[in-house]
């Protein structure tokens, strides 16, 4: 099965997230009654990699968000229930480096593997730009697939700012709606379901309001 990829249409009026336009029937993923993420697994990056301890995943029940030091660590926090179509909302915004490489990292993942040797996110970074990409099954074989250049806009904002990102996926396809646009569409996905979740990767980044609607 060959992927086609296509970017959104140029930049132009803000759209309503899908959680604004239609509030009811989403699902929490960081309920205060999981306080120890045991909805939740990691994952090694690559695959296979041992996982590093302890955990830089805490969730503060008390405001709904969950912070990661990612400083040192990669890895995926998976949750535990395989999902097909649904809208994933995410919110995440990235704390300030004062010293060293601001190169901000981190993702949002969708219908990855168990062992995360297939994965297909939405990169986060300290803007402008957002994108997906992924490690998914091009004609039978693994393949890296990157949509960075066929993104047609830019609306992510900077480190200490919040985003607001929801990554849809329908049957072979998912796109990425962030602050107000959809920057890309990947179809033509060959894997049907799997794990969503988040990256850690060398930075402090936070995230709230973790919700799908299937």
Not at 45 to 65: C, F, R
Not at 67 to 84: A, S
Not at 153 to 179: M, Q, R
Request: a neutral charge; hydrophobic letters at 35%; one cysteine or more.
């Amino acid at each position: 099965i060959a992927l086609l990829l296509v970017g959104a249409a140029p930049e132009g009026e803000p759209t309503k997230s899908e959680m604004e336009k239609n509030p009811d029937g989403w699902v929490d993923l960081l309920p205060a009654s999981d306080p120890d993420l045991k909805n939740w697994f990691r994952v090694g990056i690559p695959p296979k990699s041992p996982i590093k301890e302890p955990t830089p995943w805490k969730l503060d029940v008390k405001t709904g968000v969950l912070f990661c030091d990612g400083v040192g660590y990669h890895d995926m926090l998976l949750h535990k229930e395989e999902q097909g179509d649904f809208v994933y909302h995410v919110e995440w915004r990235f704390l300030p480096v004062t010293s060293g490489p601001k190169g901000y990292n981190a993702g949002i993942y969708v219908r990855n593997s168990a062992d995360g040797a297939i994965w297909h996110q939405a990169q986060t970074g300290g803007g402008p730009i957002g994108y997906l990409f992924g490690e998914t099954p091009v004609d039978g074989k693994v393949k890296r697939v990157q949509l960075n250049k066929d993104v047609k806009a830019k609306p992510v904002k900077p480190a200490g700012e919040w985003n607001v990102f929801e990554v849809t996926c329908k049957g072979d396809t998912i796109s990425l709606w962030a602050n107000g646009h959809v920057v890309n569409e990947w179809r033509g996905i060959a894997v049907p379901k799997g794990f969503l979740g988040l990256e850690s990767e060398g930075y402090k980044v936070e995230f709230k309001n973790v919700k799908i609607k299937k």
